[in-house]
């Protein structure tokens, strides 16, 4: 059934008048006629009884009526959804997070921004390692990360767009009572002969390659005594004494009894997280929250 015709049917009526229906439509009367003909062949009923003066319904118009006017305010809304998902309005945003990321006061301000900009968008977190963000941005699992480049990059970030977001120190979180707790600032160097408490090699976060990156850089393979898959347990378990642990800034957000935090005199001893989305992407709700983002990383 051509939408077309049915928007002509109410409009006639309405007016019950062709010549008035016609100029409201912006086109002649003839058209308008075969239009409606048109209809009613292939209904196989007469819509409107007319007469040189009148236009009336008639029955069969009538129950078309209400369906009619149905359909065509369904397209339209059907018209509005779709340009509320193009433009950003509603629809699903799956946004990756690492773990110690969630605990920089700039996340939650990013997600509530968002939320509040737009709140018709349904916003799916996940926490997940760099590595396992970035894969799952490539297999579209993901629509933004928020993440940190390990060195080692995997291929799929050749397809990514990445920005920096923040770049903060890496610290030595060890035992208060832990003999360099005694410095104001300690050199990777000075870490030769600890044992280290650090994630799992396997489990994708970018922090471990950095940490191996960087000891191995001073001449010696950090000794992992002890891993641990959540940034907050990294500290907890320093405060047993196990070993030290190289943690992002953010983590100063954890107080735990009997661990002290110590800032490294390298410089080459920070972290960036990153923002992360599609290269070409046509997802307006990612562009727009990385654009969120960057808006409010300057201030």
Known sequence: MNLRHLEYFTVVAQELH????????GITQAPLSLAIQALE??????????????????EAGHALLDDARGILSRVEMAKEHVWQTVSGQVGRLRV???NASSLSPFFPRLIHAYRTQRPSVQIVLRELASSQQMEALDARELDIGLLRVPPEAPAPMRDLVLAPL?????????????RLAKKRTV??????????IA????????????????CEKRGFTPNVVQEAQQASTLIGLTATGL??????????????PGVVLREL??????????????????NSRALQFAELAATLQKR
Do not use: C, K, W
Request: aromatic share 8%; no cysteine; charged share 25%.
């Open 41 to 58: 062949t292939e209904l196989g009923a007469r819509l409107f009884h007319r007469t040189r003066r009148t236009v009336v319904l008639t």
């Open 243 to 256: 070993g030290v642990a190289l943690v992002p800034g953010a983590l100063r957000a954890i107080a735990v």
């Open 18 to 25: 062709f010549r008035r229906s016609a100029e409201r439509l």
């Open 96 to 98: 990756g997070f690492t």
């Open 187 to 196: 050199r990777i160097a000075d870490l030769r002969n600890e044992p280290f």
């Open 166 to 178: 923040l770049e903060e120190p890496l610290l030595l979180a060890l035992h208060a009572g832990h």
């Open 199 to 214: 994630y799992p090699r396997q489990s994708g976060v970018a922090l471990f390659s950095q940490m191996l990156s960087l």
């Open 265 to 282: 005199s390298d410089d080459d001893t920070t972290t960036t997280l990153y923002i992360a989305h599609r290269r070409g992407d046509a």
